[in-house]
């Protein structure tokens, strides 16, 4: 069946590069995504990767793609105290149903 | 500009009674979904909904109602809540169901069944 692996804890220093990863299992998704969680908030999309690319960057964020792992990471430049939360990856299959990591929490200290 | 709300955020109750949440949006989209969360499961999906009257299971339904007589509302109904069922619950939207739409979410209800 479906599954996505992540790692469930990052500690970094502040100004650092983080780097979150995770493992997916069905070659069919189309979109990859990382969503953000913050305290006591709900889920908000980073960003996402289609399937064709390698790797996409949005500011202090790079996303690298390897399809014949089935590997995705997640950069996050210069992380800044603000970048603690929980970040999940997700798939997406048919009919729009995306399938989550158990989440990675960062923790960002000075 | 609401968005997406969902109601109530924090919820106590007991073994047996039935409880409701509530998500409403205010977009329009045609694709809605609850999910549930977990330690350790990430989100994991209950029921979603393609359009008003049309809904179908997710992943983990068992013990859940839904409906949708209004594009958007979505409430979602455990009927006879148990503790199995403490959970945080993230109500999301989006404007269809393909796997090129984006999906926005609430900011959840924490749900405690004693």
């Known amino acids: 069946g479906e599954d996505v692996e992540q790692s469930l804890f990052l500690s970094v220093r502040e100004g650092d590069s983080s780097v979150i990863n995770c493992t997916y299992t069905?070659?069919?998704?189309?979109?990859l995504y990382w969503y953000k969680q913050e305290p006591g908030a709900g889920l908000q999309l980073l960003t996402y990767?289609?399937?064709?690319?390698d790797m996409k960057q949005d500011q202090r964020l790079t996303v690298l793609l390897n399809k014949k792992d089935k590997h995705l990471s997640l950069r996050i430049a210069d992380t800044q105290t603000g970048d603690s939360a929980i970040y999940f990856c997700a798939e997406i299959l048919s009919l729009g149903k995306l399938i989550f990591g158990a989440g990675t929490r960062l923790a960002v200290h000075p | 500009d609401a968005g997406i709300t969902q109601s109530p955020r924090y919820k106590i109750t007991e073994t047996g009674r039935q409880v409701t949440l509530m998500c409403h949006q205010t977009?329009?989209?045609?694709?809605m979904f609850w999910y549930r969360q977990d330690l350790g499961h990430g989100l994991r999906l209950i029921y979603y909904s393609a359009a008003a009257d049309i809904t179908d299971k997710g992943e983990v339904p068992d013990g859940y109602v839904v409906s949708r007589s209004k594009t958007e509302n979505f409430p979602l109904t455990l009927e006879s809540a148990t503790r199995s069922q403490t959970s945080v619950y993230f109500c999301a939207s989006s404007e269809e169901g393909g796997t090129f739409f984006t999906q926005y979410f609430g900011p959840g209800t924490r749900l405690l069944v004693l």
């Open positions: 977009w329009s989209h045609s694709y």
């Open positions: 069905d070659s069919s998704s189309t979109y």
């Open positions: 990767i289609f399937s064709n690319m």
